[in-house]
């Protein structure tokens, strides 16, 4: 049962990830500052009133950190493995959250468009996943926090077979567990 | 009851059908989605008449016989559904002459006081003047199996005209996708009556028959990432076969059914191992530092196909059972994948991008010589009939999803019925045991 949760939960993060995305950009999400409930309308009438209170989540302990390193989706070109330059900076952000806490626990998923075959584009997507904790390697993330998986052309973030939606479907995820 | 064949050979039979006589016929092709291209074709010109009974029983088996007998190339059926004739009675052997038939099949079903059907056929030499019984049999069987029978009265027929067995009473794998449900089926040859195995709310891939045809492996992306698992069709039991650190994938069983081979990334990078059947510990089969994928083993057990990208560009390669030398086997274009062997050794199917389209290859591995077979352009996933006659491959058809299977020549094909949805990763059973 824990499993399933976590499943839905990782699903949850990805939904909200991949709805972010918009066409030639990376998705920005930011849920922080967002108050769990109830004290919306007390600071809203004329400032904070003393009785209010601020709740802590811990179940989202290092939620803002992780939100806080931003976009979590690296695009690749076709056939290819290369992570371009302007991905670095999403590397460095996510593996800084990474090494402050040797607890956690993260996936990278690696993805390919819809062209070609299933198995091949299996082992591509895996190449695209390594390629990134390879690089989170070299910037001192810790091998076993990360695990490079891939799920192939299998699950497209794009539906159509246009290049801005095949451009979308390159991709591999940074995803926390 | 069985009624024995005569031992008479009847081969001699084949008559060469060029050009315009196709046309006559087309109507039933369309029917059974069967599509014929190209002239100088050898078919076994055959009437199967409409089986007494046919009419009240739940499945048409003369219909199921004359689409089996077209869908494996081998055949031209005469057009005979108007005309009822059972197993007992004595056919005018002159008037399926004139209609060009050199074969006659009769037939009945009849539903049994315990509820069962007694399926019942006689294959008739019309060529001779007066017409020679060429046997028949009885099948009694549940409502359920009524198909099968159909299937097993195709398998004899086409073995006792051709003298190959037929592969009509075996069985499709094969994976749909439909309002994010992932479904892995067991189908009949004709891609209908088909049985869930399997449905998650993940993808499915990669279905590979066990030799014995008891158990499927595949990968099952259930738990976030992708696993190999052996599944027991009839009794749904599932083991795992690879869950290691990464990605798991692309199993194969070796023909003993004994090991399974396996692309795991557990050590980093795509790499090609063999696992005991029983689990166990990995073995690594190759070492290289690209992606070594899709292994397939030859018919023999002793050399194993796969695809690797280690020349820059995806290609099919081969090596000994135990990981020995690596030679390549594709030359032709700059992607070739998902190799499968003839189950005699002699063709290697496979999928090469041509100018930007998939398409289905066949190599004779003697020569090199390959051609490609389709006129589709995003083909996948293709799989040889354990007679070796028919591939089946996956395939779009107007943007949608089809299955369809082909002669090794390209000439006949046909679009498989069964799910709707898309459809997809068929893998083609071994014999069944009667």
């Known amino acids: 049962m824990r499993r399933i949760l976590l499943a839905v939960g990782v699903a949850a993060l990805m939904a909200g990830c991949s ?15 967002t108050p769990i409930s109830g004290t919306d309308g007390q600071n809203a009438a004329g400032g904070a009133a003393k009785s209010g209170v601020t709740g802590v989540d811990l179940g989202k302990s290092g939620q803002d950190a992780i939100n806080a390193a931003g976009p979590r989706i690296v695009y690749f070109d076709y056939d290819s493995f ?96 | 009851m069985t009624l024995r064949f005569f031992s008479t050979a009847f081969r001699n039979l084949q008559r060469t059908v060029v050009g315009l006589a196709l046309a006559s016929s087309l109507s039933a092709w369309a029917q059974f989605r069967v599509e014929v291209s190209g002239v100088g074709l050898t078919q076994l010109p055959i009437a199967v008449a409409t089986f007494r009974g046919d009419d009240a029983a739940p ?42 038939a050199d ?57 006792k005209l051709t003298g190959e067995k037929g592969i009509f009473s075996t069985r499709l794998a094969y994976v749909t996708k439909a309002a994010q449900r992932y479904n892995l089926w067991v189908a009949d040859s004709d891609g209908e009556n088909a049985q869930t195995a399997l449905t998650s709310p993940e993808p499915i891939i990669s279905p590979a028959w066990s030799p014995n045809g008891a158990q499927l492996a595949y990968v099952s992306f259930e738990s976030r990432k992708p696993v190999v698992y052996a599944h027991d069709v009839a009794t749904g039991k599932r083991r795992l076969i690879a869950n290691f650190r990464g990605s798991n994938s692309a199993p194969v069983w070796s023909p003993d059914g004994h090991t399974l081979a396996v692309t795991l990334s557990r050590d980093g990078g795509s790499q090609l191992y063999t696992i005991d059947a029983n689990g166990g510990e990995p073995r690594r089969l190759i070492q290289s530092g690209s992606i070594d ?14 695809v690797s990208d280690r020349g820059g560009a995806p290609q099919v390669y081969r090596t000994t059972a135990t990981g020995g030398n690596v ?20 063709w290697l ?5 041509v100018n930007g389209a998939f398409k289905l290859h066949v190599m004779e591995l003697a020569t090199g010589t390959t051609n490609a077979i389709t006129d589709t352009t995003a083909d996948e996933s293709p799989s040889f009939a354990p007679n070796g006659r028919l591939i089946v491959y996956a395939t779009q058809q107007q943007g949608k999803e089809a299955l369809m299977t082909s002669t090794l020549d390209g000439k006949i094909k046909a679009r498989l019925g069964g799910q709707s949805g898309d459809i997809r990763e068929p893998d083609w059973g071994p014999f069944q045991k009667p």
């Open chain 2, 103 to 159: 074969s006659l099949v009769t037939g009945s079903v009849t539903r049994l006081a315990d509820g069962r059907y007694d399926v019942r056929f006689r294959l008739w030499d019309v060529v001779k003047p007066q017409g020679q019984d060429l046997g028949g049999q009885s099948f009694p069987v549940p409502q359920g199996d009524l198909r099968l029978a159909a299937h097993r009265i195709s398998d004899i027929i086409y073995e």
């Open chain 1, 82 to 177: 290369v992570i371009k330059p302007e991905y670095q900076a999403i590397i460095e952000a996510h593996s800084r959250v990474i090494k402050a806490d040797k607890t956690r626990k993260v996936a990278i998923e690696g993805h390919t468009d819809e062209r070609g075959g299933r198995e091949y584009n299996l082992a591509l997507g895996q190449k695209r996943a390594e390629a990134v904790r390879k690089a989170m390697g070299l910037l001192g993330v810790t091998d076993s926090q990360v695990e490079a998986v891939s799920f192939g052309k299998e699950k497209p973030a794009a539906q159509g077979s246009d290049e801005a939606s095949l451009a979308k479907n390159r991709r591999a995820e940074i995803s926390y567990r």
């Open chain 2, 59 to 100: 499945q048409k088996i003369a219909a199921i016989i004359r689409a089996d007998l077209e869908r494996s190339g081998q055949f031209r059926t005469i057009d005979s559904a108007t005309s009822v004739i059972d197993e007992v009675a004595r056919p005018e052997a002159a008037t399926w002459r004139q209609k060009g």
């Open chain 2, 327 to 346: 030679d390549r086997v594709t030359f032709t274009g700059g992607y070739n994948i998902s190799p499968a062997v003839s189950p005699d050794g002699r």
């Open chain 2, 349 to 353: 199917a496979y999928i090469s991008r």
């Open chain 1, 19 to 33: 709805s972010a995305v918009k066409l030639d950009s990376v998705p920005v999400e930011d849920k922080s500052g």
């Open chain 2, 293 to 306: 994928t899709e292994p397939v083993y030859s018919p023999d057990g002793k050399t194993i196909f796969f």
